[in-house]
């Protein structure tokens, strides 16, 4: 079975391999995708976490500014592929304490209205960087 296509920065598309660049309104992305679209219209976003276009860590032991910077990291690269943020039809968070759910929810509910996405919510004990208390991926539906 052919990987299915690819989303780069520039919208064109690759059936060969998923582009490492990221789109020119986030950080960089080193060695994987930011997200890969199928051609089904579906666009598989990478786990987000809480860096600039700089790619500078944002929110140091703050975690509401990480969870704002994040949802804007997925809402900017959503718009790059010709999607917005009501295109989502999946969220996975994981956060690296369970205290942080309520303002977790508060934040992204400014982000999104019912009908909200489909939601799972998992307590790690840490993610790549010790810095970063939360990542965010998720699946839209952009056919």
């Known amino acids: 079975h052919p990987r299915q296509p690819s989303y780069s920065p520039q919208r064109s598309i690759s ?3 998923a582009s490492s660049s ?3 309104s986030v950080h960089g992305s080193g060695t994987y995708s930011h997200g890969v679209l199928t051609s089904a219209g579906l666009l598989f976003l990478s786990g987000q976490v809480a860096k600039n276009v700089k790619n500078q860590s944002i929110g140091l032991g703050d975690f509401e500014a990480q969870a704002i910077q994040i949802f804007e990291n997925i809402r900017l690269i959503l718009a790059e592929a010709g999607g917005s943020m009501a295109d989502i039809v999946k969220i996975n968070v994981y956060l690296t304490d369970g205290r942080y759910i309520d303002t977790y929810r508060a934040v992204r509910a400014r982000y999104f209205s019912d009908p909200n996405p489909a939601s799972t919510g998992v307590v790690v004990a840490g993610l790549a960087s010790p810095e970063w ?5 998720v699946v839209a539906d952009l056919g």
């Open 133 to 137: 208390l939360l990542e965010i991926e």
């Open 22 to 24: 990221p789109p020119p």
């Open 15 to 17: 059936s060969q391999s």
